[in-house]
Every structure is written in C-alpha cells, then in structure tokens.
C-alpha cells in the first residue's frame, strides 16, 4: 500500500511531464504560415502543411513565417528617363514567400532585410526600364505594358530571395522640385505659342469671310441697280411711247403745253431775269392764237 501512494503521489508530477514532453514534440502549423525546422541550425524539413507535426525536443527548432500576400510601400525614388530626365517615383511591390529554406536561407527570415534586398532588386529593374523610355511612354498606355514587364523581371529575381513578386504598381509620378517650374514654363510657352496659332488662323478666316461678304454684296447692289435701271428704262421707254401717243394726236397743244411748262419754270419764283426780244419764238404763245405778231 506504501509502494502505491508513493506512486500516486508522483502520478501528477509524471503526467505533467508527459505533456510538457508532447507539447514539446510538436509544433502547428495554421493556415496563413509556412515553416522549416531546424536541427543544429541546418534545415531538416520546410513547407509544412497547415495542421499538427512532429519534432524531437531541444533538438529541432521551428522557424514560422507569414505565407500571406504582403506589402512592400518603398519611399519614392529618383530616375532617369532616356531623355535624362528626373522623375520621382513612388510605387509599391505585392509579394509572399513560395519557398521556406530559401527565403530562410537569404534573409534568416527577417522581414526588414527582406524588405531591403528586394527593394534593391525592384530599383534596379525600376532603373532600367524608365532608363529605356520617355517620360511621354512611362505616363501614358504604355505604363500597363511597364508593370507587367517589371512584374516580370522583379519576381525571376526575387526568386533568389525564396519570394513570389505577385505585382509591381507606380502609385504616382512626379517631377522634381527645381524641374517642375521649368516644364510648367514650357508647357504655358506652347500653350500660348498655340492659342496664338488658333486666333490667326481665326483672324484670317474672319477676314477671308468679310471679303467674301463684301463681294457678295457689292455683287448683289450691282445686280440690283442693274435690274432697277432696266426697269427705269423700259418704264421711260414706255412712257415716251404714251407721251409720244398723245401728243402727236395734237401737235399744236403739245407745243402750247410745252411752252406753258417753260413760262412756268421761268416766271415762277426765284427772282431769275431773262433779257429777251419781245418777237422772240419763245414769247410766240403771247401773241395770236395761232403764235402770229399782233396786227
């Protein structure tokens, strides 16, 4: 009975140290992790699948690391275009760990030196490309077909590092602080070298315009002149006709007529003198009935 309490009291104790021994023994691997293990700090086992395994205690070390989408948001940076000019560039790098041992191996799984290396690596393959185009090229469509060819590049040299760059995007670029003034001035240069070009252009189309005006209605007065003085005409032609009519119905009125007009014009006011003879033709009317000197 003594053998059995000295046994019962040592049950606790034992059963502690069996789980001290398990926990000990195995390691969990969750969902969003990857590990390694290690023994003696040579890397014995990596990749783990998500769940409960195995490793012998004081012996192996567990190395656990974050197999989720990270994010790399770099400081902007200056480069050059083909042209030599200063851009800054501010862009971020999306990227996640795809082989444990190496990541392990490159970096000792310290996310600041990580982050470091491939910055390195993406500057550098950030320099090469804006190296090879134009400020026009980098800004414009084309900028699409840049990401994806840097996306490209970064992540064949990232693989040295045991990472997957997944995207590579420029959130802004901006010009330089002592280049910027210079471009607005050039800018405003040609947009005032333009709107120069477009009011002479309409100053000389305005003109074209008011030529083409006037000679329409120089045209058109022309026109109706000469059809008002063809109208005058035949008006006058017609009338001659009628008077023409009349008055050789009665030559002898038509002259008595005409000579009243012409006593009218002349006796009428005005205070005019004419010196005339009295037997002159023009005082015929003042005579005879017949335009004969009285007897």
Avoid at 217 to 240: C, F, H, M, P, Q
Wanted: hydrophobic share 40%; no cysteine.
């Amino acid at each position: 009975m003594d053998m059995i309490s000295k046994y019962k009291n040592f049950l606790p104790a034992v059963l502690v140290g069996l789980l001290l021994l398990i926990w000990s023994s195995t390691f969990i691997v969750n969902e969003w992790q990857t590990a390694i293990k290690l023994r003696l700090g040579e890397i014995t086992g990596s990749d783990y699948t998500p769940g409960l395994h195995f490793k012998v205690p004081l012996l192996n070390e567990i190395k656990l690391f974050d197999r989720r989408i990270q994010t790399l948001d770099s400081s902007p940076q200056r480069y050059l275009t083909v042209e030599q000019k200063a851009v800054i560039v501010d862009y971020y790098v999306k990227w996640r760990i795809s082989n444990p041992a190496q990541f392990f191996r490159s970096t000792s799984g310290s996310s600041s030196r990580t982050a470091k290396l491939l910055g390195e690596r993406i500057g550098g393959s950030l320099r090469e490309e804006f190296g090879r185009r134009t400020i026009q090229e980098v800004v414009s469509e084309e900028r699409t077909e840049l990401m994806a060819e840097l996306t490209k590049k970064a992540d064949l040299q990232a693989n040295t590092l045991g990472v997957e760059v997944i995207d590579v995007r420029v959130k802004k670029i901006d010009l330089p602080p002592e280049v910027s003034e210079s471009v607005y001035m050039r800018m405003r240069a040609e947009r005032e070298r333009v709107a120069s070009d477009l009011r002479a252009k309409g100053k000389e189309a305005g003109e074209r315009i008011r030529a083409d005006a006037d000679r329409q209605r120089t045209v058109i007065l022309a026109e109706a002149y000469k059809e008002s003085e063809e109208a005058r005409g035949e008006g006058d032609a017609k009338a001659t006709d009628i008077y023409a009519a009349a008055f050789s119905a009665n030559p002898d009125f038509y002259a008595f007529y005409r000579s009243l007009n012409a006593y009218r014009g002349a006796f009428g006011p005005g205070g005019d003198m004419m010196v005339l003879q009295p037997d002159s033709e023009f005082f015929r009317f003042f005579r005879n009935q017949d335009g004969t000197a009285p007897q």
